[in-house]
């Protein structure tokens, strides 16, 4: 079974904060890994990508592979209020795009 | 340029009724992607194209549901004889990467289908 899981939530964090959100996934073999950002009502919108072990950063936005634990997390640091949405964590298995069941954040002002 | 676009943004059927859902991806993009998104869950896999080429199917939950892409851009969903659990979010993405691996995809605003 092809498997993306993530903590629904909410999450909630304060204006300026931290804000740590993680996806689990079960194929050992996948390569690529995916974050978007879904406003509600809206579609899914890329924030990152990410192929390599270690950290990528893009702004606000840093997004963490680990594929030994088969663990990816997104930090967005100095959370705006702006940033509450739900957050996807999508995976490449084989030949599938496998999406989690989003974490919903909640930034407050 | 433009993005991915899909109409009609809602749609309202009967329960039996047949509807047809349009994709327009991004020009030049060669993969397109379907997906059902039900309410508060992720968007599940429904199907995928490369170019005119339907190379996965393996996420249609029953033989009502059908896609194409005759000319390797717009593509159609239908769904053939409505049921209430349809009623979902159906999203297209494309990606311009061609070959068995989509690399990041962009998606269309979906389509709210409802079934009454």
């Known amino acids: 079974q092809k498997e993306v899981e993530q903590n629904s939530g909410p999450l909630s964090v304060p204006e300026g904060a931290i804000a740590s959100l993680n996806c689990t996934y079960s194929d050992r073999g996948s390569q690529s890994f995916f974050w978007y950002r879904q406003y509600s009502g809206k579609s899914p919108e890329l924030i990152m990508s990410?192929?390599?072990?270690g950290d990528k950063e893009d702004g606000r936005f840093t997004a963490q592979l680990n594929k030994a634990s088969q663990y990816v997390s997104l930090l967005i640091r100095d959370s705006q209020p702006s940033d509450s949405a739900t957050y996807l964590c999508a995976v490449i298995m084989g030949q599938n795009f496998v999406f989690g069941p989003g974490t919903r954040l909640s930034v407050l002002p | 340029g433009a993005g991915v676009s899909q109409s009609p943004r809602y749609k309202v059927a009967k329960r039996g009724q047949d509807v047809a859902l349009r994709c327009d991806p991004i020009s030049g993009h060669v993969s397109l992607f379907w997906y059902q998104q039900a309410l508060g869950q992720g968007p599940e896999f429904l199907t995928y194209?490369?170019?005119?080429?339907?190379?996965?199917k393996s996420g249609l939950p029953s033989d009502r549901f059908f896609a194409e892409r005759p000319e390797g851009s717009v593509s159609t969903l239908k769904i053939q004889r409505t049921q209430q659990e349809d009623s979902a979010v159906y999203l297209c993405?494309?990606?311009?990467?061609?070959?068995?691996?989509?690399?990041?995809?962009?998606f269309g605003p979906g389509t709210r289908l409802t079934v009454t």
């Open positions: 194209f490369q170019n005119e080429a339907q190379l996965d």
């Open positions: 990410i192929y390599s072990n």
């Open positions: 993405a494309s990606s311009f990467f061609p070959g068995s691996f989509p690399y990041e995809q962009y």
